[in-house]
């Protein structure tokens, strides 16, 4: 059975830094994809990274620069390194996995297996 637990979250002043794990059990990471979203009050989930493990991410066009997903596999954990942090990033963020069999794809639907989020806020 997956299990994704995050943590990492908090607040944050606009322009610093900060780094959200997600703690994976019950699939090879090499096998799903993995991936980081977000949701904020009145608004729909949406992607923030996602990656296959191999190598291959995809960033969300708000974050690119500024986050990177990476993984561990030997931990069976992913990250996100959260860099040059704005106000409108603030949100609950999640991960999910799904198994991978071509591409990784990128809408939240797609991801089968979630977390229950770590909140991020963000202080100007």
């Known amino acids: 059975q997956v299990h994704l637990v995050e943590s990492g979250g908090g607040s944050v002043q606009a322009g610093g830094s900060l780094r959200l794990s997600c703690v994976t059990s019950?699939?090879?990471?090499?096998?799903?994809?993995s991936g980081w979203f977000r949701q904020a009050p009145g608004k729909e989930r949406e992607e923030v990274a996602v990656?296959?493990?191999?190598?291959?991410?995809n960033y969300a066009d708000a974050v690119k620069g500024r986050f990177t997903i990476s993984t561990d596999n030997d931990k069976n954990t992913f990250y996100l390194q959260m860099d040059s942090v704005k106000p409108e990033d603030a949100a609950m963020y999640y991960c999910?996995?799904?198994?991978?069999?071509?591409?990784?794809?990128?809408?939240?639907?797609?991801?089968?297996?979630w977390g229950k989020g770590t909140q991020v806020t963000v202080s100007s």
């Open positions: 999910a996995a799904v198994q991978r069999y071509l591409t990784c794809p990128t809408a939240p639907h797609a991801f089968f297996d």
């Open positions: 019950g699939y090879t990471l090499t096998k799903y994809c």
């Open positions: 990656t296959d493990a191999l190598g291959n991410m």
